[in-house]
């Protein structure tokens, strides 16, 4: 299992929640920069797979951290959008940003466990996740909770981090990804392994057709991966079947 800090004994989930409060004052800056803006596009692009969203919809953003994928979901006209996080220091920026777009009556940021959801069988009519899903403990319990609380017939929408297999972007991808990206997240951060952490992580995730996989098995029907930059980053959706869960 790939964890932040290898030198402790806590489960991945504490490291998880420690290392994202350590650093959740650059956070925002350091994804834009490192991503040179372009995570802004990927969100945007995101959030137009989720479908049957009306003014009564409520939408569950798992792994909220900083709101930026709940503010984007707002777009949608939703009636509310509960993000949820393990991070105390990350939803405090979250409402800090809420707040200042005047969206405090759209969303609700509170803290919360993705793999031990606390809310009832088939509620939300969306569900979101960006780059979150390779930060889960154990994935297919976070996976079949994600499907518990989905209403049938709705979309379950991720973003997240892939690796790119075409010449020459995989090389150079390789080379900013595992040599650049952690050493100006050190700099930056001032948490050494948050940003080794993250290449570890993204190598270690089951991507594409691996993932699509994992859905499937949950449950999931109507299964689609969409690459996007060259396959840095690829858009997963699946749908709810109708479910005898009640």
């Known amino acids: 299992m ?58 569950l953003d798992i792994a909220t951290g900083t709101a930026d994928f709940a503010i984007q979901a707002a777009k949608l006209n939703p009636k509310k959008i509960i993000g949820i996080d393990i991070s105390e220091e990350m939803l405090l920026i979250g409402r800090k940003k809420i707040k200042k777009k005047f969206l405090n009556q759209k969303i ?10 606390e809310f009832p069988n088939n509620m939300f ?7 979150g899903v390779r930060n889960f403990e154990n994935l297919k319990n976070g996976i079949n909770e994600i499907y518990r609380v989905l209403k049938p017939n709705s979309t379950f929408a991720v973003l997240e981090f892939s690796k790119p297999s075409i010449f020459p972007i995989k090389q150079f991808y390789n080379f900013y990804f595992n040599i ?6 050190k700099v930056f951060s001032k948490d050494n392994s948050a940003y080794r952490y ?13 993932f699509i996989n994992e859905l499937k098995v949950a449950g999931f029907s109507n299964c689609s991966l969409q690459r996007l930059t060259f396959g840095i980053v690829t858009i997963y959706t699946g749908v709810k079947k109708n479910s005898l869960i009640k």
């Open 180 to 185: 650049i990206l952690p050493l100006i997240g």
């Open 125 to 131: 009519d969306g569900v979101i996740v960006a780059f």
């Open 108 to 117: 609700i940021l509170q803290k919360g466990d993705s793999e031990k959801l």
């Open 198 to 210: 993250l290449p570890e992580s993204v190598n270690n995730f089951p991507d594409n057709n691996n």
């Open 2 to 59: 790939t964890t932040p800090y290898k030198n402790l004994k806590s489960s991945k989930k504490e490291q998880i929640a420690s290392m994202f409060n350590n650093i959740a004052r650059r956070y925002d800056f350091l994804n834009h920069f490192l991503s040179f803006g372009i995570d802004k596009y990927w969100r945007k692009k995101a959030i137009k797979y989720l479908t049957r969203i009306s003014d009564n919809s409520i939408i």
